[in-house]
């Protein structure tokens, strides 16, 4: 007996099911028509041209992508500016695969499904104490940011990290802030209210939470920071949505496709 055909319509669907309607979502299918058959899909982190190029080559028809396709929040395609926007715009079409972003739906489940990919990479699912709105605090056993640092690193595939502090500082309560949630609005009050000692998160804005905490330091508070960077913080996530469509959707191939760090240190 042939498997049931599954169609994109059905896998977004699934996806969003379990969560309210999100007024004014970035949640879209970018391009592709929801009632085609899913051949093959692929998850990751951001449609680059590479992910675009791969799919296509490995008869993925469907891209599940985080972030914008089109180097926007709202993946208008940026055609006024050049040459690059327009060129990977004509090749998704002429490929005709579909791509569906998938951000604030993942974001809103609980707990939010790129923190808790980011937890289970780390190994610190049991360790913790609150999931909180835009963040989550665990508990570890007394440790040193710089042991925390070495961990993540190792635990992530990551050559290096962003630090505002002392490595050798005691630590027990962190919170976790994954991709553009470093601001101070969201990561000050984790230090004041809820007594973090250490914050890792993936990217803010570098005249607030840091230099909150290095006035902290002068004032002789033990606070710390590590900052990943977007992608390091949130493709764990996207890994962990791979998975759990391939339970979801047994006879339909399904791909994680990591993308490499943009950033290099020189």
């Not at 599940?64 to 940026?78: F, K, V, W």
């Not at 690193?153 to 630090?163: E, I, P, Y």
């Not at 502090?165 to 976790?176: H, P, T, V």
């Not at 890994?239 to 759990?244: E, I, N």
Request: charge should be negative; include cysteine.
């Amino acid at each position: 007996m042939n498997p049931i055909a599954i169609t994109i319509q059905n896998v977004i669907d699934a996806l969003t099911k379990s969560i309210c309607t999100i007024p004014d979502s970035v949640d879209q299918l970018i391009t592709g028509n929801p009632y085609m058959e899913v051949t093959g899909i692929a998850v990751t982190f951001m449609a680059t041209r590479q992910v675009v190029e791969k799919a296509y080559r490995s008869g993925v028809n469907l891209i599940i992508t985080h972030e914008g396709t089109y180097y926007s929040h709202r993946d208008l395609p940026l055609e006024a500016n050049g040459l690059v926007c327009a060129f990977k715009k004509d090749l998704i079409e002429q490929s005709g695969l579909a791509i569906y972003r998938f951000h604030d739906y993942w974001h809103r489940y609980q707990p939010d499904g790129i923190m808790e990919g980011l937890l289970f990479e780390l190994g610190w699912q049991t360790f913790v104490t609150e999931h909180l709105p835009a963040a989550s605090i665990v508990t570890l056993p007394t440790t040193t940011v710089g042991e925390v640092a070495r961990h993540v690193k190792k635990q992530l595939g990551m050559d290096a990290l962003r630090s505002v502090g002392n490595l050798s500082m005691k630590c027990e309560r962190i919170g976790i802030l994954a991709g553009y949630r470093g601001g101070g609005a969201l990561a000050i009050p984790l230090f004041e209210r809820h007594n973090v000692d250490l914050i890792l998160y993936g990217e803010g804005p570098e005249w607030e939470t840091p230099e909150y905490v290095r006035d902290a330091i002068h004032m002789r508070r033990s606070k710390a920071l590590l900052v990943l960077g977007h992608l390091e913080s949130e493709q764990p996530g996207m890994k962990l949505l791979a998975g759990r469509l391939s339970v979801m959707f047994p006879d339909v191939p399904i791909q994680f496709y990591p993308i490499d760090p943009v950033f290099r240190y020189v």
